[in-house]
């Protein structure tokens, strides 16, 4: 008789298979730490659109969470370029309204339960659909609080958000951290189908195209969730965007031919697989041991007023820019025709 191998299934995080456990239990997955189950009747298709008065507003545990999530979503919006914010998950739309209350732009919201109708009269538009259906895109910032334990498939929910965010938006999620709790190990909320550890949501984003810029814990929901972990993250550009928005640094910084001085590590790791594409005249360095050497398609010399003296100097280096700086002014060539690596590749909060 032959023996079947036992059924496995995917973490839905990290996508490692995992041999499942029977009955209401967690399954665990030893890789990311993450553990889900399947879905309870409380989550079943119909039974949040029946639902009303979720949070009682007039609890200090409420007033407290919205007033920390009011604080993380103004850090994101108070330096402008947000023009459409979407809240996945309102509830009755309390933070929105805090948040309209200081920032002139559109908030709108998802909210499946009846506590859509109070967020219609706070918020510019609510959704009673999933995000999934929801046409109205694009989107600068996508927040969503203690959803996604809820979600089946939580990769799909985050395809949804990524089609919905415009290209240079973020997204900014909330849920338990593990159980929610330092003192339960299992968070026995029926309408909860995953406990997330930090590494299995990092995973899950990462799988669904998505870069972390932030992650802390210890964010505080409410008594019984005082534990939560927060993520911003952004949509991960595709490997010709990434090269196309470098080289656009490029151009903007020199607007025309330069050479590149320091022809060492730094050169080869971040100068030498754009050549081809760069405007570069000449590769220059002090050091004669490098002289004659072809990199990149340049011969590497030392600097000649006659020939490079009208030319923009790139700094490749980021451990000794500060001397090669010095020694191109000990040369005679003016700061304002020298560009430092770091001033390139540097990237904004």
């Known amino acids: 008789m032959s023996v079947q191998p036992a059924a496995t299934t995917a973490c839905p995080c990290c996508g490692t298979q995992t041999d499942p456990v029977p009955g209401p239990s967690y399954t665990p997955c030893t890789c990311c730490g993450h553990r889900w189950r399947s879905p ?45 914010v979407l809240e996945v998950g309102c509830a009755e739309g309390d933070l929105g309204a805090a948040v309209k209350a200081r920032f002139a732009l559109e908030y709108e919201g998802v909210e499946l339960s009846r506590d859509r109708e109070l967020a219609g009269h706070k918020l510019d538009r609510v959704f009673p659909t999933p ?11 996508i927040a969503s609080f203690h959803v996604l334990e809820h979600i089946a498939q939580p990769e799909q929910e985050l395809a949804a958000w990524s089609r ?11 849920v338990p951290n593990r159980s929610g709790h330092p003192l339960l190990a299992d ?7 995953h406990q997330f550890s930090t590494a299995s949501l990092t995973a899950l984003l990462a799988r669904c195209g998505f ?3 932030a992650l802390s814990t210890g964010h505080y929901e409410s008594p019984v969730y005082p534990d939560s972990i927060r993520v911003l993250a952004q949509r991960r550009l595709a490997a010709d965007d990434q090269r196309s928005q470098l080289l656009a640094r490029f151009r903007d910084g020199f607007g025309g031919p330069f050479v590149v001085y320091g022809i060492g590590g730094d050169f080869l790791n971040y100068i ?21 050497q072809c990199i990149a398609g340049h011969v ?50």
Do not use: M
């Not at 989550?43 to 979720?54: F, I, K």
């Not at 919905?164 to 909330?174: F, P, S």
């Open 164 to 174: 919905l965010l415009a290209a240079d938006g973020r997204i900014l999620v909330e």
């Open 272 to 292: 030498a697989p754009l050549a081809e594409a760069l405007q570069i005249q000449a590769l220059l360095d002090s050091s004669p041991g490098k002289w004659g």
């Open 40 to 84: 309870r009747a409380a989550t079943l298709p119909g039974y949040y659109q029946n639902l009303v008065a979720r949070n009682d507003p007039q609890a200090p545990w409420f007033r407290r969470k919205i007033v920390d999530r009011l604080q993380a979503l103004s850090s994101l919006l108070e330096h402008g370029g947000v023009a459409r």
């Open 300 to 349: 590497v010399r030392a600097y000649d007023p006659e020939l490079d003296g009208q030319l923009p100097v790139l700094v490749c280096s980021i451990r000794f820019g500060a001397q090669i700086r010095q020694h191109l002014l000990e040369l005679g060539i003016g700061s304002e025709r020298i560009v430092g690596l770091e001033t390139l590749y540097e990237c904004g909060t």
């Open 131 to 141: 995000a999934g259906q929801v046409e109205a895109a694009p989107y600068q910032l």
């Open 211 to 213: 870069d972390c810029q």
């Open 187 to 193: 968070d026995q909320n029926p309408e909860h189908l």
